[in-house]
């Protein structure tokens, strides 16, 4: 048995109770007793074996599923980034309002939009800075070729 994992020894299963470890040198936490009646004390959990396959406590416990902006809200968050990227609170209530959406999708969204700009913008300074580079390079290359043909005439 690897160290760290627990089991499940049915036989060690006196009425309500369920042990934890064997006292085997490998497992490597306490022996421990837990009653069910305590468990079910702390938190809610499947009172019997039927509920384990129970599918509503399932769909109950599932997120809502991701709902997509449609293109005419889209088109409304982007023509609202465009005149200012930051959102106040009043400027969120209203957009949310107007699109129909929650004021948090609406900050999400303007954040997400955000850290796209943001890495588009990176993008365009490293291409501006890749270009300027490569231009001093040719030119730095042109003077380095002028200066040694310069020094060959100056010798000859």
């Not at 048995?1 to 006196?14: H, N, T, W």
């Not at 365009?124 to 580079?133: I, N, T």
Request: net charge neutral; with cysteine; aromatic share 10%.
């Amino acid at each position: 048995m690897e160290s760290g994992r627990l089991f499940f020894d049915p036989s060690a299963c006196q009425g309500n109770m369920l042990f934890l470890g064997n006292g085997d040198p490998i497992f490597r936490g306490p022996r421990s007793m837990i009653s069910m009646e305590e468990t079910s004390k702390r938190r809610p959990f499947f009172s019997s074996p039927e509920e384990l396959f129970d599918e509503e406590y399932y769909d109950e416990q599932l997120p809502e599923k991701k709902r997509r902006l449609t293109a005419e809200q889209v088109h409304m968050l982007e023509k609202s980034f465009e005149a200012q990227n930051k959102l106040e609170p009043e400027r969120k209530t209203q957009l949310a309002k107007k699109l129909g959406l929650q004021p948090r999708q609406v900050a999400v969204w303007f954040q997400n939009r955000r850290a796209r700009w943001k890495t588009k913008q990176l993008e365009r300074d490293y291409d501006l800075l890749k270009a300027s580079y490569d231009s001093l390079v040719s030119n730095y290359d042109s003077v380095v070729k002028e200066n040694e043909k310069l020094k060959t005439e100056v010798l000859i």
